[in-house]
């Protein structure tokens, strides 16, 4: 079932990811070569828990961390560990809160000093990519008019969208209906009402858009072995342009 969701709903949704997209921010501030992704894991917690908030990974379905930290070929849910992280390394940061009763759900990849062109490259077109997707997340259009236009940018500069892995609606679950592929024909799907809350995460491969997961059972690679960058962001359906919830 797709929820549609009251504007009192929307703003208390706000404040959670408002809290997401904060910690966010002071992680990426923190990202430089020699710093460990346990580190990055303990300041994303410290900081959601000093918001009276709940970290929204920790514990889901056994997950062992609040971050997921993701670095080069690793796609998602990269667990945080004693590595460090080098110079010309990218790297994903995934976090989500539970405040209020209801998730903030959003993600960033960022550069550990200077990277390659290709990852420059990578990195942009799937920050495009995203606002692609979010242009579409208009009253009266469908669903899968956001995933057409993810795929179609992303494959008009030669990369790949990954297909076992989607974004979601959220609410007062962190995962809900609709899932959200980056991938589809236009003009299909459910049509999309004022009130509905997706988050969107476009997740590029330079290469195939096949992947596999680790022997850990969480970590997910490009089966090429080639980078990967994911963002995301939860955003509202509204009468006019999507509301972008996940915003400092």
Known sequence: MIHIRTPK???????????VAQVLQRLSDAIKPGVTTKELDHLAERLIRTAGATPAFKGYRGYPATLCVSIDEEVVHGIPV??????????????????NEYYGDAAI???????????????EVSRQALAKGI??????NRLLDISYAIQSWVESHGFS???DFVGHGIGRNLHEDPQVPNFGPPHAGPRLRPGMVLAIEP???????????????WT???????????FEHTIAITEKEADILSLP
Do not use: C, Y
Not at 9 to 19: A, C, D, Y
Not at 82 to 99: N, T
Not at 112 to 120: C, F, H, M, P, Q
Not at 135 to 140: C, H, K, N, P, T
């Open 109 to 123: 990849t960022v550069p550990v000093g200077k990277v390659s062109k290709e990852a420059v490259r990578l990195l």
């Open 220 to 230: 997910v690679v490009t089966a090429d072995g080639r980078l990967s960058a994911h």
């Open 135 to 140: 242009e579409q997340a208009r009253d009266g």
């Open 9 to 19: 709903e929307i703003e208390i949704m706000r404040e959670s990811n408002r809290l």
């Open 82 to 99: 004693s590595r460090q992280l080098k110079q010309g390394e990218i790297v994903s940061l995934d976090v989500g809160a539970f405040l």
């Open 161 to 163: 969208v990954v297909r």
């Open 203 to 217: 997740m590029i491969n330079v290469g195939t858009w096949e992947v596999k997961v680790l022997d850990d059972g």
